[in-house]
C-alpha cells in the first residue's frame, strides 16, 4: 500500500477557525481631493479594483452575522456543496489558487465544520471534500444575504446594471487570449 506524505495531508489548526480572510480591504479605495491619480482615471482594470472592493465592504456589510467570511470563502462553499467529492486540488484549480492557497481555504471550511475531507479513492495522496450538514446550512443562510446583496448592487448601478454580469463574463473569457501589447 501506498504511504501517504504527512505534509500533503496536514489538518488545520484551531487557530485558523476565526482567521480573518486575507484579501479582505481595510477600507473604501476612493478619490481623495487634491489627489492627481493620473493614468489611473483612464484604465478600466484600475476602475474594477475600486469597483472589486467597493463590492467587497458591501458584502462583509451583508454577512456580518459571519464577519470572517469573505467572497472567496463563499465561492468555496458553494462549489464544495454543490460538487460533493470534489479534490481539492481542483477546488484551488476552480479558484485561481495555488495548491496551498486552496490548502488553506479548505482548512478554513473545515475548522468551520462545514467541510470534510476523506481519502481520495483514485489518489491516496490527495483529498475529497464533502460538505457538513451544517454547511449546506451555513451556505442556505449566506446564499440569501450574498443574493440580496447582490440585487442591492445591481440596482444601485441603476439602467443597464443587469447587463454588467454578462460583461464581465465575457472580459474574464476573452482576457486570457489578448496578446500583450507590443
Known amino acids: 500500500m501506498q504511504q501517504k506524505s504527512a505534509r500533503a495531508k496536514t489538518l ?24 492627481d491619480y493620473g493614468v489611473l482615471d483612464l484604465l478600466m482594470g484600475y476602475a474594477l ?16 452575522f459571519q464577519p470572517d467570511m469573505s467572497p472567496q470563502r463563499f465561492a468555496a462553499l458553494a462549489l464544495v456543496v454543490g460538487n460533493p467529492g470534489l479534490r481539492q486540488g481542483v477546488l484551488a ?10 490548502m488553506r481555504l479548505v482548512d478554513w471550511l473545515h ?12 489518489d491516496g495522496r490527495s483529498w475529497t471534500l464533502h460538505p457538513t450538514p451544517a454547511g449546506r446550512a451555513a451556505l442556505r443562510r449566506l446564499s440569501e444575504a450574498v443574493q440580496a446583496h447582490d440585487a442591492a448592487l445591481v440596482q444601485a448601478v441603476g439602467e443597464g446594471g443587469d447587463r454588467l454580469h454578462p460583461l464581465l463574463g465575457r472580459l474574464a473569457e476573452a482576457t486570457p487570449s489578448i496578446p500583450p501589447p507590443a
Not at 93 to 102: D, T
Not at 112 to 121: I, K, S, T, Y
Request: charged residues 25%.
Open 111 to 122: 475548522a468551520q465544520g462545514w467541510v470534510r475531507r476523506a481519502d481520495d479513492p483514485l
Open 49 to 64: 479594483r475600486r469597483a472589486q472592493n467597493a463590492l467587497y465592504l458591501h458584502f462583509q456589510r451583508a454577512v456580518a
Open 12 to 35: 488545520p489548526s484551531p487557530a485558523s477557525r476565526r482567521a480573518p480572510a486575507p484579501d479582505a480591504p481595510e477600507g473604501a479605495l476612493r478619490h481623495l481631493p487634491g489627489l
Open 93 to 102: 484549480e476552480a479558484m485561481g489558487l495555488h495548491r496551498s492557497g486552496g
